[in-house]
């Protein structure tokens, strides 16, 4: 018999997204527990440097409805526009929140938070004259967020079970509704069942299945392989986002907001080459515009270095006290990682991949949708999803900076706010369990601990990593993706053998990257899958032999499905909730 344990409500991820939803459940005195690989405060979100948006107007005037343009756009229309003026609307209140909270935001003179210029974000829809609307606390916004919020929530008692993965969702067979999740707690290699009215998906992106990523190791993409071994579809996995300033060679990143400090983009020549591809927004036009310019100049022969295989990022103008006072984090991720004090020189970057904008199927309200019948959106009972692992859609085709850590906030409370009202709406005890519950996932541990041979994670791992950074990078070429997708089919097969030496039960980490791994080939699966298929070039989704948006024919979302390696799509909403929708137009900035 596999353990059993009870909570109202279960988030797996203690990032910021499962940490905001956490505490929403937690202050209504539910019982709430929460699952995460590594302590809360070691979530990727902790990574954060640039910041949060807010149409605070604090430096400059600002608006919602210039936001919600901006981010329209900035998805190259594939966004929902309702979930975008959702997302808007409330990112006011979510920050001040924050604020009353105690997050210890950078302040101007007059006591306000400070704000900054950032990438895409512009005033009066899309003008020439950049917002200041990045909420800065230092290049350490995430860090300072994410404290907070497990501050507050250890006051509210969230239950936390650190070091605990969760490996499959366990589904009532009648109608397909989850109640809770299989996970294993690392320190005794014990799997047990955690059991609930609710659970919420918050594990966060998938960027190590790129060989060059700003991400942590555990950004394995386990909510997506969860999902989808549940049978559920993953959205838009084919966008991508390569961020343009990763350190060169070391792929750590470099916030946008040293160029939202008046930091630039220099090729061999010396030549601030932005102003060629983006006149108006320069080195704060929208990543997808900024890395396609910087591979651009590298393939045309003007990259910098011994390789040609680099631009450089030059900031020393912006003299010391503002480097120290705003960017310290760089500046020692500069020495550290470049082996360059910025004060002084420029720093060697390279679009490395970064943010995940497909992901586990949501609306607004956090609750997972699905295809079922006639409807492409059936609520899916029981599961909900937040953060970067969830698609609501509001990010679509590319996202724009500063937009994902308000995404965790506002769709995280919201989550939350709906599995209380779910379960407020139908008190009824926990259903009860299916009979199997469990078992598939006991048989996966099974297979690795019986294996007495087979293939090395390890090498699994980084054919799947080199191949899908070959194949699905930031210019995508046809006969590339067709391979890509045979080659990830293969590795597909072999992570199906892979063996394992240790076979100990105490924090056996060789079997936790073996069962990461797992999550890795689906997250890798659907996205090439899906990126293959589409046939434009839209946001992050580069085609050579597609070079333009197509929205005649592809302003639809993606939908992949593990069985059958099948795709499907469905309609983006244009309809936003209460305002005009803003009608596609070619993306210039
Ligand atoms: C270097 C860097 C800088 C960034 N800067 C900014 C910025 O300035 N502004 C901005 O808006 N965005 C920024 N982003 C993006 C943003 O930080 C992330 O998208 C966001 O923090 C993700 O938060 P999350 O809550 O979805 O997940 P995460 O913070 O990644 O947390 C995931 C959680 O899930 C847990 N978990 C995962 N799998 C399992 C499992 N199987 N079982 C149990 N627990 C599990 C982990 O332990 C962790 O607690 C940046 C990203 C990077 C990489």
Not at 90 to 99: G, S
Not at 124 to 153: E, F, V
Not at 207 to 229: H, V, W
Not at 313 to 340: S, T
Request: hydrophobic share 40%.
């Amino acid at each position: 018999m596999i353990p059993v344990r009870k909570f109202d409500a279960i988030v797996v991820g203690a990032g910021g997204s499962g940490m905001r939803a956490s505490l929403e459940l937690a202050r209504a005195n539910l019982k709430v527990a929460v699952l995460t690989k590594v302590f809360p405060t070691r979530s990727h979100t902790v990574a954060a440097q640039g910041g949060i948006a807010a149409p605070l107007a604090n430096s400059a005037e600002d608006n919602w409805h210039w936001h919600m343009y901006d981010t329209v756009k900035g998805s190259d229309y594939l966004g929902d526009q309702d979930a975008i003026e959702y997302m808007c609307r409330r990112a006011i209140e979510v920050v001040v929140e924050l604020e009353h909270m105690g997050m210890p935001f950078d302040r101007l003179e007059s006591g306000r938070i400070y704000q900054r210029p950032f990438g895409g974000h512009t005033q009066s829809y899309g003008s020439p004259k950049m917002a200041m609307r990045a909420c800065a606390a230092a290049d350490r916004t995430g860090h300072a967020m994410l404290h907070t919020l497990y501050q507050q929530n250890v006051r509210a008692n969230t239950q936390f079970f650190v070091e605990w993965m969760a490996l499959d969702l366990v589904r009532d067979p009648q109608d397909g509704a989850v109640v809770g999740v299989v996970a294993l707690e690392m320190e005794t290699g014990e799997v047990s069942i955690f059991q609930a009215k609710a659970t919420l998906l918050a594990t966060g992106g998938s960027g190590r299945m790129f060989f060059s990523s700003t991400n942590a190791f555990i950004n394995t993409g386990d909510g997506l392989g969860m999902a989808a071994r549940a049978g559920l579809p993953l959205e838009d996995m084919e966008f991508y986002q390569f961020h343009p300033t990763g350190v060169y060679g070391a792929g750590v990143l470099i916030t946008e907001g040293v160029r939202g400090e008046g930091g630039y983009l220099l090729n061999k020549n010396g030549e601030r080459f932005m102003e060629r591809y983006a006149p108006n927004a320069k080195d704060l036009a929208s990543r997808d515009v900024v890395s396609r310019a910087m591979t651009t100049e590298i393939k045309e022969g003007r990259g910098c270095g011994e390789h040609a295989d680099h631009v450089l990022l030059k900031l020393d103008h912006l003299g010391a006290e503002v480097i120290n006072l705003r960017l310290p984090g760089i500046r020692e991720i500069a020495i550290k990682f470049a082996n360059v004090d910025p004060i002084r020189e420029p720093i060697p970057v390279v679009p490395t991949a970064h943010y995940q904008m497909g992901g586990v199927p949501t609306n607004y309200m956090g609750q997972v949708v699905a295809p079922e019948g006639a409807s492409k959106e059936a609520i899916v009972p029981g599961l909900y999803a937040a953060g970067e692992c969830s698609c609501v859609s509001v990010h679509g085709g590319n996202r724009l900076g500063c937009n994902s850590l308000l995404d965790l906030v506002v769709f995280g409370k919201s989550s939350g706010e709906q599995m209380l009202k779910d379960m407020r709406a139908l008190p009824m005890p926990h259903r009860n369990l299916p009979k199997d519950a469990g078992e598939a996932t006991r048989s996966r541990i099974g297979r690795l601990d019986g294996a007495k041979s087979g293939e090395r994670v390890a090498d699994v791992l980084n054919d799947l990593r080199r191949s899908m950074q070959a194949h699905c990078g930031v210019f995508r070429f046809p006969e590339d993706l067709v391979e890509g997708v045979e080659k990830i089919k293969t590795i597909a097969e072999r992570a199906g053998r892979t063996f394992i030496a240790d076979k100990s039960k105490v924090f056996n980490t060789a079997r936790i990257e073996a069962l990461e791994l797992e999550n890795l080939v689906e997250t890798a699966m659907a996205t090439a899958v899906s990126a293959e298929a589409r046939k434009e070039s839209r946001g992050a989704h580069t085609r050579s032999d597609f070079p333009n948006r197509d929205d005649k024919s592809w302003m639809k979302h993606t939908l992949w499905f593990k069985e059958g390696n099948r795709l499907d799509y469905k309609p983006v909403h244009l309809k936003a909730l209460t305002v005009e929708t803003f009608e596609p137009k070619v993306r210039t900035y």
